[in-house]
């Protein structure tokens, strides 16, 4: 068995380092089972230091020239020959007792993907509210955090990867695809719970209740298409890090 883990970046100069660091430890859950492990950073056009952090880590690097976390997840996933991909976000910290879970759902051969709950590195009241209803809706719907990904390597070439035409909310959209997919192969998807992701707030502390609000409004208003629109998806694409 060979694991791939993917983690995309674009100007990650200050976090990225950290996450290489826990994915390193949280690895050794999958090498004490005799898996090997790859990991491979996407580096999506950065004009900082990320490639340069990612090699020191020992990482591969490819290169994403389109600013797009679709497309730089795509180009990571087209690098790996991992029997299953593991996508990682380049602001959050996966561990030992997470990636344990992910190899019971991979040997249980039932799972064709997964995801997992979130907590988030801040107490504020209404990130703890935001986060308990995103896991709720999560674990219900079975969407995935785009923060945290795993998945059957074939299947996720067989239902094409993620959209290009989404700037954001790309994770619900494979989820979405990969549920029929595993209607047809008699298997499930999955969010893990016992052992939560912790991921980075700074979205909330980067950007005002007002820019949150007005993206959210945009949102409605164009019945989705807002995703499908980077000028309308600064919080993820402006680069304020």
Known sequence: MKISIVIPAFNEEKLLGATLASVERAAESFRRRGWSVETIVCDNNSTDRTAEIALDHGASVVFEPVNQIGRARNRGASAASGDWLVFVDADSHPSAELFDDVAAAVLSGRHIAGGSTVQMDTRAPGALLMIALWNLTSRVNRWFAGSFIF???????????????????????????????????????????????????????????????????????????????????????????
């Open 151 to 241: 998945c059957d390597a074939a299947a996720f070439r067989a239902v094409g990867g993620f959209s290009h035409e989404h700037f954001v909310s790309e994770e619900i959209d494979l989820s979405r695809r990969l549920k029929e997919l595993a209607k047809t192969e008699g298997r499930r998807l999955t969010i893990l719970h016992r052992s939560p992701l912790l991921t980075s707030a700074r979205k909330l502390r980067l950007y005002s209740r007002g820019e949150h609000v007005r993206f959210l409004l945009r949102l409605a208003w164009g019945r989705g298409r807002a995703i499908r629109e980077r000028e309308n998806c600064a919080i993820w694409y402006d680069g304020r890090r």
